[in-house]
């Protein structure tokens, strides 16, 4: 008998906006599906044999046109509670703070204030939970990283750092479900919602994660990216182990470095941000659902954290986070660490924790509507979003940043494809001489759009615009 055609197969992974996050096969109660890297270099799930309909995978996949969306998740999940208040950009929220840990190795070993690591550590020694899912080094070449299970507060530091590589849940929400207890699950905005979706179709699920932590996320990086890197500090070897956010006395916590070590133990240079923020800022190597999402604070999570790119704060080479809590038994816990003195908090106003993500905002939010539009004339089915009211266009000198913005998000778009399609790490040259002149293009576009909104025309032109489209700028 040919296998059933799954909707996640024919309308996801073939129409190119499956992310990789593996609910589907996690939830498949005949583990008929297994993910895999494809060409591309990022994780797709593949239709194996004993597949009994079910429907489950595609009831919990982020992806799937028809399936609820994060605004609607969220209100199902946190509305109703007292002190909740709402933001377009943010989703709801209690409080939001600025933060670290005090244990003085535990923030330098993360990747920003080591909140993240500092919670899970909590929430396992008060036994309000008793393992964590989160994404650790496997000491392994492939895969570099994986979601496992802590169930100590020193296998949670092990997972300190952000791993921009590509890693699935399937494995570990099967151990859930046969192994009885409480769980926190650390993800990103699409892991997040898959995770709520599946609370809401399994109650084995819903009783047995107590905790969802969410971590901005502007992008994930396929597996070439990884190699990719390594290449760029002259390492030819398999790689065992790479740390993308290693810090350094007296460097901005934002010029992190990336550092490998090879399976023969070679340990290479360090490569620092500032020589790849293209790469980052132009969509290099993006998996290319992250095209289609428009996520940015984890709507569905209990709480959720990120990076201190705030002026004040992306100085301090320890680094620091910015968080936002939607669920009270995990604000309470961060305020009686604050009181025991075990980390700082310090209260912060949505309006900067908007602030410190607005290159994300625009992109994930404004570029969204521009790409969709792309994958259409592409001849792509395009995904179902929500959809958010754009400022481009409501000044002369709003008009003129908004049509250097579309043109941005075309290159990038390019870029993105181009590096996408590249058969491996190694970029060939009539790619790489394509990408300098799309950076190239890009740079004299990006002065021109901040000297527009240096210029005193265009500020006169822009302070006629009430504040919060005034924050809409492209740039
Ligand atoms: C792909 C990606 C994109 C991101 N984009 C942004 C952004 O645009 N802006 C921003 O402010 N912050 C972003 N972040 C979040 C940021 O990098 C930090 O993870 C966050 O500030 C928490 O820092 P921390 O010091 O508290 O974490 P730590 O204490 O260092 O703990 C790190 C935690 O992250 C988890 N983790 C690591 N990699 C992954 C992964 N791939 N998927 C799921 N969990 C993972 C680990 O399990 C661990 O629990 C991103 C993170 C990732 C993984
Ligand atoms: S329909 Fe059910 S059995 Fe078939 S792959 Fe999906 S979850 Fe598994
Ligand atoms: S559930 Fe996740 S891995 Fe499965 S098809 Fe949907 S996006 Fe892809
Ligand atoms: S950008 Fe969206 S789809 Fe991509 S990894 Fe982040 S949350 Fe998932």
Redesign the pocket.
């Known amino acids: 008998m040919p296998p059933p055609s799954l909707p996640i197969i024919s309308d996801v992974v073939e129409k190119g906006f499956c992310c990789g996050c593996g609910a589907c096969a996690g939830v498949c109660p005949t583990t008929s599906l297994a993910l895999t890297l494809d060409k591309y270099g990022e994780l797709k799930p593949g239709l194996g044999t004993g597949c009994i309909s079910c429907s489950l995978c595609a009831r919990v996949c982020p992806f799937l046109n028809g399936n609820a969306n994060e605004t609607t998740i969220a209100q199902d999940k946190f509305g109703g509670q007292t002190g909740l208040q709402h933001n377009a950009v943010t989703g709801v929220s209690l409080d939001a703070y600025y933060g670290?840990?005090h244990d003085a190795d535990?923030?330098w070993?993360?990747?920003?204030?080591?909140?993240?690591?500092?919670?899970?550590s909590a929430l396992l020694k008060s036994n309000q939970i008793n393992g964590?899912?989160?994404?650790?080094p496997t000491g392994k070449s492939a895969p570099l990283?994986a979601?496992q299970i802590a169930r100590t507060p020193e296998a949670?530091m092990r997972?300190?750092?952000?791993?921009?590589?590509?890693?699935n849940v399937s494995e570990v929400m099967r151990t859930i479900r046969e192994t009885p207890g409480c769980y926190a699950v650390?993800?990103?905005p699409c892991?997040i919602k898959a995770i709520e979706l599946a609370r809401k179709q399994l109650p084995v699920f819903r009783d047995r994660i107590v905790f969802t932590?969410g971590?901005?996320?502007?992008?994930?990086?396929s597996s070439h990216y990884s190699n990719y890197l390594a290449r760029r500090v002259g390492v030819t070897d398999a790689v065992k182990h790479a740390c993308y956010?290693k810090k350094e006395h007296g460097r901005r916590a934002s010029d992190y470095l990336f550092q490998c070590e090879t399976v023969s133990g070679q340990v290479s240079r360090s490569l620092p941000f500032h020589a790849i923020g293209h790469v980052w800022a132009h969509d290099w190597f993006k998996v290319h659902a992250c095209n289609a999402c428009d996520d940015?604070f984890a709507e569905c999570a209990d709480i959720v954290?990120?990076?201190?790119?705030l002026p004040r704060y992306a100085e301090e080479d320890r680094?620091g986070?910015?968080v936002l809590v939607r669920n009270s038994e995990l604000d309470r816990c961060l305020r009686n660490g604050a009181a025991k003195g075990d980390i700082h908090l310090e209260p912060l106003a949505i309006d900067e924790v908007i602030e410190?993500?607005r290159?994300?905002v625009q992109n994930k939010r404004y570029g969204l509507q521009l790409r969709l539009d792309l994958m259409e004339r592409q001849g792509l089915s395009v995904p179902t979003k929500r959809s958010f009211p754009s400022s481009m266009g409501a000044t002369k000198a709003h008009g003129i940043q908004g049509l250097i913005f579309k043109n941005a998000v075309r290159l990038k778009y390019l870029a993105n494809n181009l590096t996408r399609n590249a058969a491996s790490s190694d970029l060939a040259p009539a790619t790489e001489r394509k990408l300098k002149m799309i950076r190239t293009v890009i740079r004299a576009q990006t002065r021109l759009a901040s000297w527009l909104g240096s210029c005193p025309w265009a500020r006169a032109d822009m302070a006629n615009l009430p504040l919060e489209r005034q924050r809409c700028k492209f740039f």
Do not use: E, H
């Open positions: 670290y840990t535990a923030r070993a993360a990747s920003s204030g080591g909140l993240t690591t500092w919670l899970l964590a899912l989160i994404v650790a990283f979601y949670v997972s300190a750092k952000s791993a921009y590589y590509p890693v650390v993800g990103l892991v932590v971590l901005v996320c502007g992008q994930l990086k956010r940015v954290l990120m990076d201190a790119w680094g986070n910015l410190s993500q290159g994300v």
